[in-house]
């Protein structure tokens, strides 16, 4: 079993749905939660940051990580095309090695 | 000004062969990492350096080979490549202890024929 755990999708919604991608890891150390947007032939770029459990909004995007299911979620309101690229969950504990999910290929159609 | 950047953005060789890979951030961060993406999208940390240190180093063939001359650059070197070395590698670069964000490089698609 994979330490973090997310579904490859891909996922395709029209433009304007509200989408949620998510992940499940199985490690208890982890406490740094990230999301990462990757457009096809570019490197990972930095969407949200959460430390421990809680919320965390950003303009059109909320993360939520609840610990005690060690579960993490990524909500994008009002989708637009641009959106369509594929999400990395990603995760540490107090270490510097960040553990990635096998990423979800999200397509917006307009 | 490009903040990570690798050399070369293809590489196509063939089995048996040695090659390089070479990593520059002008970002001032201390800690640089080594990511293999395969075909499947999984990111997988393989090396990471701070302050010229080795801080990790995964479960990785020892025909991969990272160096790390000065802060600012890392570089990976594969001897005798084989086929499942065929992948996207990533550069990456943060400052420890500062904001969580790692910073990738455009990536170096290697296939190895």
């Known amino acids: 079993q994979k330490e973090v755990e997310q579904d490859p999708g891909p996922l395709s919604v029209p433009e304007g749905a509200i989408v949620s991608l998510n992940c499940t890891y199985s490690n208890s150390a982890f406490q740094y939660f990230m999301w990462y947007r990757q457009y096809s032939r570019k490197g990972p770029e930095l969407l949200m940051y959460t430390y421990s459990s809680g919320n965390k909004e950003d303009g059109r995007f909320t993360a939520q990580v609840d610990k005690s299911s060690k579960y993490i979620s990524l909500f994008i309101r009002d989708s637009q095309p641009s959106d369509s690229a594929t999400y990395l969950c990603?995760?540490?504990?107090?270490?510097?090695?960040?553990?990635f999910g096998a990423g979800t290929i999200l397509r917006v159609k307009s | 000004d490009t903040a990570v950047s690798q050399t070369p953005k293809y590489l196509v060789t063939q089995m048996g062969n040695d090659k390089s890979i070479k990593c520059e951030q002008n970002l001032g961060h201390d800690t640089m990492y080594w990511y293999k993406q395969d075909s499947k999208k999984f990111l997988k940390i393989m090396f990471s350096?701070?302050?010229?240190?080795?801080?990790i180093n995964e479960t990785v063939p020892n025909r991969f080979s990272p160096k790390s001359p000065d802060k600012a650059h890392l570089n990976l070197h594969i001897n005798s490549l084989e086929l499942g070395d065929s992948a996207v590698y990533f550069c990456?670069?943060?400052?420890?202890?500062?904001?969580?964000?790692?910073?990738f490089g455009p990536g170096t698609r290697l296939l190895v024929l």
């Open positions: 990603a995760m540490r504990g107090y270490g510097n090695k960040l553990v």
């Open positions: 350096y701070n302050n010229k240190e080795l801080i």
């Open positions: 990456a670069s943060r400052l420890l202890g500062g904001e969580e964000t790692q910073y």
